[in-house]
């Protein structure tokens, strides 16, 4: 056991010298006897762990030039036999998430760990800490953190297989799932002209790092150019009993020559709607997501799917932990339901 543990060490230190860019994909690594002088340990430990590592297509062998950096991206033989799960738990529709996605877990025979979204920790330090404990299969929501699509090609390459939730980031190392978000404001939109709307106003975030925020924006602006936007500041973000109320009833005055409003999310719908029912505006109102409150205030609304998206999580991981196959990451995006 304590050998085993020993070219175990070995090989996590030279994991880890590859995701600090110490080595990188094609560099040449030092010999055996090398690297026994500088991680203290017998060639034994070495050669032992450099096989697991050869194993894993992390390195390769080169008679009669040495061992290199050979990271693989493609599909790895693998299970799925724990799944960790990286999100904001604050998020209003975490528990709707999370409940869908176990009981997709528990149909697969998987257990879900979850892991609270990182606070002082940069979200790669994370998802390291993950890789280091041996868990392979990771589903992040990012939200409003950021990653580097080169920390995700040394997590991928390092056999981490990675699905992004709730964003259409596109990258060749990691599968993303989430609500058609242009499809759903298309189809709020036709529901509120259907209704007789005909000039139609947009209540949205003002952070455009989070792709579903710019994305249902930009759509709603490509339908109605000349239409009326609002944003309301996303510290109020998992805050919203802080929300000013006087800012809520100044931005709801703004829109008060609209007949119509699309709320971006239903955050942002539940109050806008009390305050307007409370000084007497009238309009027609559509948005993302489901909360209580929404039907007694007549909003019509878009619910995503979250069954159909864990289902489809779980597939995209499935092809990942499938070796041999040809796996190329994809975005994929769910509709919602009326």
Not at 99 to 105: G, L, N
Request: aromatic fraction near 8%; glycine fraction near 8%.
């Amino acid at each position: 056991m304590e050998e085993q543990n020993l070219y175990q060490n070995v090989k996590k230190k030279i994991c880890r010298m590859i995701y600090e860019d110490i080595y990188q994909d094609g560099d040449l690594i030092p010999p055996e006897r090398k690297l026994s002088e500088e991680l203290g340990v017998s060639r034994v430990t070495v050669r032992k762990a450099l096989k697991l590592l050869e194993e894993e297509h992390i390195i390769e062998r080169i008679q009669g030039s040495g061992t290199r950096i050979a990271l693989q991206y493609g599909a790895r033989e693998g299970n799925m036999d724990i799944i960790t799960l990286v999100a904001p738990a604050q998020n209003a529709f975490f528990s709707r998430f999370i409940d869908a996605f176990q009981t997709t877990a528990e149909e697969k025979d998987s257990l879900v760990l979850f892991k609270q979204k990182p606070g002082n920790m940069s979200l790669e330090k994370c998802l390291y800490q993950i890789y280091e404990k041996d868990l392979r299969n990771v589903v992040l929501w990012l939200e409003d953190m950021e990653l580097t699509s080169e920390a995700l090609r040394k997590l991928r390459g390092l056999g981490m297989n990675i699905v992004l939730f709730d964003t259409t980031f596109k990258s060749a190392y990691a599968d993303a799932v989430c609500v058609d978000n242009s499809d759903a404001v298309k189809r709020l939109y036709q529901v509120l002209t259907d209704k007789g709307c005909s000039k139609i106003g947009f209540v949205g975030w003002d952070e455009k790092r989070v792709r579903s925020v710019r994305i249902r924006e930009q759509e709603f602006c490509r339908l109605a150019p000349e239409a009326p936007v609002c944003r309301m500041s996303w510290d109020y973000r998992n805050r919203l009993d802080e929300m000013s109320m006087e800012e809520v009833e100044e931005k709801v005055q703004g829109l008060s020559g609209c007949d119509g409003i699309i709320y971006s999310v239903a955050e942002l719908g539940i109050p806008f709607e009390r305050k307007a029912k409370e000084k007497g505006i009238v309009h027609r109102s559509a948005m993302i997501d489901v909360l209580p409150g929404a039907e007694q205030l007549g909003i019509t609304a878009m619910e995503q799917d979250f069954q159909g998206m864990s289902e489809k999580i779980f597939d995209c991981l499935k092809r990942q932990n499938q070796g041999g196959s040809a796996w190329k990451a994809g975005v994929y995006q769910v509709k919602g339901k009326l």
